[in-house]
Structure formats: C-alpha cells, structure tokens
C-alpha cells in the first residue's frame, strides 16, 4: 500500500473515532512527530552560508529593502 493510500485508510479510520481523548491523542503525537521529523530534516549552515546572509542582510538594510514587523503582521491578520 503506497502512502497516499495508507492516509486515506486512515482518515477513513480517524472519522469513526467518537472519542475525544482518541482525537487529543493523535493530534498530539501527530504534532509531536511533525516536530521530530521536521529538526531531523534541519541542516547546519556552515560559517560562509551564515556570514554570506548577514552580509546580504546587511545590504539590504542598506538599500532600504526591509519590511516592518508592523507590516508583515497586518497582511496576515
């Protein structure tokens, strides 16, 4: 059974779940393994990557390419 087979059998299971505490378990490893999955994807970024940014960073502060916070937060709001 490939992947997308295997989530559709278990949607199919989770929507004859009646109980909550199910639903607050599943939902909480599901975060929980998401959280593992997603740091074991992380790589380090070397020294020149990590410089190389800063310096890019830097140039566009320099060049007023920035965006407030302010901003940002009102166009997801």
Known sequence: MNIEA????FLQEFLKV???EIVILLEK???EKKSEHHENELKAMSLKQFNDEIDQSLIDSDNEMLIK???LKDKWN
Request: net charge positive; no cysteine.
């Open 18 to 20: 009646q109980s909550e």
């Open 29 to 31: 490893l599901l975060k």
């Open 69 to 71: 916070a302010s901003e």
């Open 6 to 9: 295997r989530k559709l059998s």
